[in-house]
């Protein structure tokens, strides 16, 4: 028993310190959606999510609790990164395909938050057994398609929403996340656009079609809507005056996804420790 307590004590403590210290994901870590959507390596596309452009895909939960990580890819035009850079991130009820819409897409928000530098992580994404350079295109879903490499670096977004603004989702539900990176407030509260060198775009997935395509819309010429940003109830397809439109890759029009992953909350990671523990214990005893 004291090889237990010992194991599980040990478990906690290094299990707890690492949850306390904001990680990328890597290969083989946990998850808690359908699967993670890779990014796109070799000739990927990025799609423009800089505001006043914003993009959405969705996802299927596959372990109730707290969403409590996100983590993105994507890259920036030309390589040219903007250092102060804000990522606006919301959650979205699912609505499916009808008569009107022939795809899903977002619905009401049911969570959402601003992330401002220094509150969010990130790495440059260097594949294991494929290293870079990453030839890419960047395409803005309002204009025609450019079958130009235009830049080679890939990025990995680490946001942490902060414990008291959690948003908790319920397995076998489906959900919408919503990204747009802009350059912080206005006086008015008003979201300001990057600087028109920089763009920020989310990059496709490599990884197999789930469900339908993926979505971006567009909000309209200024002012802006004041915070918080997302649907109105009198307005379900906000931004407007567009509503939201599927991605198709331009080059296969095949349905488009986005590179993401959620993943579990330290807690869920404490509590799969000491299971190990319990395990190593059980073996140990019964040798």
């Known amino acids: 028993m ?29 998850y808690k959606m359908h699967y993670p959507q890779l990014p796109a390596l070799d000739q990927g596309i990025d799609v423009n999510a800089s505001f006043p452009k914003i993009l959405a895909d969705d996802w299927l939960c596959t372990e109730s609790g707290p969403v409590a990580d996100i983590h993105i890819w994507g890259s920036w035009q030309y390589d040219y990164k903007y250092p102060g850079a804000w990522i606006h991130a919301s959650i979205h009820e699912y609505l499916p395909p009808d008569t009107q819409y022939p795809y899903s897409r977002p619905g009401q928000v049911l969570w959402q938050h601003d992330f401002a530098p220094g509150q969010y992580v990130q790495r440059q994404w260097i594949e294991p057994d494929f290293p870079p350079p990453y030839p890419q295109y960047f395409w803005d879903p309002k204009q025609p398609f450019q079958p130009t490499i235009d830049h080679f670096q890939i990025w990995q977004y680490n946001i942490y929403p902060p414990r008291d603004n959690w948003f908790y989702q319920t397995e076998g539900s489906y959900y919408f996340l919503d990204i747009s990176f802009f350059a912080g407030y206005d006086a008015n509260g008003f979201p300001i656009p990057l600087p028109p060198e920089f763009r920020f775009g989310w990059k496709n997935s490599r990884s197999p079609q789930f469900n339908d395509a993926a ?38 029009l095949v349905p488009m996804d986005l590179a993401f992953v959620i993943t579990p909350e330290p807690t869920s990671l404490v509590f799969l420790g000491v299971g190990a523990a319990l395990a190593l214990w059980r073996r140990r005893t019964s040798a």
């Open 2 to 30: 004291g090889y237990l307590r010992t194991s599980i004590i040990a478990v906690v403590v290094v299990v707890s310190a690492v949850s306390n210290v904001r990680a990328d994901w890597n290969y083989g870590d946990l």
């Open 215 to 252: 979505v971006w819309g567009h909000y309209g010429p200024g002012p802006y809507p004041p915070p918080p940003w997302g649907h109105y109830p009198e307005k379900p397809d906000w931004p407007d005056p567009d509503p939201w439109n599927p991605l198709y890759d331009p080059r296969l």
